[in-house]
C-alpha cells in the first residue's frame, strides 16, 4: 500500500431519502446501516481517514461515536438534486493533504473490508485509473425494449433472436466501491464514469444496495443466510 499515498475515505449520508425514510439509521442485523460501511471502512489496512458527510444530527452523532470525522454538509448540498460530484468536491476541499479518494455509499452494507481491500489491491496510484466495483448484468440489454411514442415496444437494441449464451458479459456499478486519484478525479468534474476505470467484481448478494423498504429486507435476509 505504500504507493497509495494519503487515503480519504468518504461516506456520503444525506437525511432526506425518499424511498426509505431515515435509512441511513434505520437498524439493519442490530446495527444502523451506515456502521456497516463505517465499520467497514475503519477496519481496511490503508485508509487513513474516515469522513462522512451529512445533514442527520443523528447519523453525525454515531460517526463521531465510533471515531470517524463528522462532516456536516452544507444545507445548499442536501437537496434532491444534489449530485454526488459536489458531494465529493465539497469534502476534498475541505481535506486537502490526500491523494487518493475511496467513496463508499451506506446503502451497500454486505460491502465489507476484504472487498474494500481489494479493490485497493487493483488500484495503481502511479497509473491513475480509477476502480469502480461493478456486477454482471443478468438480462442482456439486447432482450429490453422501450415505449414508444403509441405506448408500444420498441428494441431498446434492436437484433436478430439472441441467447444469453452468445451475448457478451456485460457490468453496471453496483454503487458499493469507487476509488480514484483526487488530482484526476478533479480533473473529471469528480465524475468517476469519465474514465476507462478498472472494474472490481462483486456478486449479486454483495451488491445489493438499498433504495427502498424491499432492498432492506433483501438485504437483512442475505446477512442472516450468509
Given amino acids: ?17 425518499k424511498g426509505l425514510p431515515g435509512k441511513n439509521f434505520l437498524s439493519l ?52 438534486f444534489s449530485q454526488a460530484s459536489e458531494v465529493i468536491a465539497d469534502v476534498v476541499s475541505a481535506f486537502p493533504n490526500y491523494q487518493t479518494l475511496i467513496y ?22 502511479g497509473l491513475k485509473i480509477p476502480v469502480i466495483s ?12 422501450t415505449l414508444n411514442e403509441q405506448g408500444r415496444l420498441d428494441s431498446y437494441l434492436p437484433a ?3 441467447r444469453r449464451q452468445d451475448t457478451q458479459r456485460k457490468f453496471i456499478p453496483n454503487g458499493a466501491i469507487y476509488i480514484a486519484h483526487i488530482d484526476s478525479l478533479k480533473n473529471d468534474g469528480f465524475v468517476f464514469s ?11 448478494k454483495t451488491s445489493v444496495d438499498i433504495d427502498d423498504k424491499f432492498d432492506f429486507e433483501l438485504a437483512e ?3 442472516k443466510k450468509l
Fill in 160 to 162: 436478430d433472436e439472441i
Fill in 221 to 223: 435476509w442475505i446477512m
Fill in 104 to 125: 463508499l455509499q451506506p446503502t451497500s452494507p454486505l460491502r465489507r473490508e476484504p472487498h474494500i481491500s481489494e479493490a485497493l489491491g487493483k488500484y495503481n496510484t
Fill in 1 to 17: 500500500m505504500s504507493d497509495m499515498a494519503k487515503v480519504l475515505a468518504v461516506i456520503p449520508a444525506r437525511a432526506g431519502s
Fill in 194 to 204: 469519465k474514465s476507462n476505470s478498472l472494474p472490481f467484481v462483486m456478486d449479486s
Fill in 29 to 80: 442485523d442490530g446495527k444502523p446501516l451506515i456502521q456497516w460501511t463505517i465499520e467497514a471502512a475503519l477496519e481496511t489496512p490503508g485508509i487513513d481517514q474516515v469522513v462522512v458527510s451529512s445533514d442527520d444530527e443523528l447519523v453525525l452523532e454515531l460517526a463521531q461515536s465510533l471515531g470517524v470525522i463528522a462532516y456536516k454538509r452544507p444545507a445548499e448540498l442536501c437537496g434532491d
Fill in 134 to 145: 461493478v456486477v454482471e448484468v443478468t438480462q442482456p440489454p439486447e432482450w429490453m425494449f
